[in-house]
C-alpha cells in the first residue's frame, strides 16, 4: 500500500521526512500524512514522489502485479 511503500522507499533511500519533502517538492505534513495512510496525494504529488524515490506509480501504490 501507499503508506508502507512510501515510507519504506525514503527509508531505504536513507532520507529524512525533511529532507525528502525538499527533494519532492511535497510538504512534509502531507508526506507524514500519506505515510500514515491519512488520505491520497494528488495526481501530481504521487509522481513528484515516484520519480524522487525512483520508482513507478504502479510501485508507489503497490499495483504491479507480482508475476511480472
Do not use: H
Not at 7 to 19: D, F, I, P, Q, Y
Not at 38 to 48: K, N
Request: charged share 20%; glycine share 14%.
Amino acid at each position: 500500500n501507499l503508506a508502507k511503500n512510501l515510507r519504506g522507499g525514503r527509508l531505504a533511500k536513507g532520507m529524512s521526512l525533511n529532507r525528502f519533502s525538499q527533494l519532492s517538492g511535497v510538504s512534509a505534513m502531507s508526506l507524514s500524512r500519506y505515510e500514515n495512510g491519512e488520505g491520497l496525494p494528488t495526481v501530481y504529488s504521487a509522481c513528484l514522489m515516484a520519480n524522487t524515490l525512483g520508482i513507478s506509480l504502479d510501485q508507489l501504490f503497490g499495483w504491479e502485479d507480482s508475476d511480472g
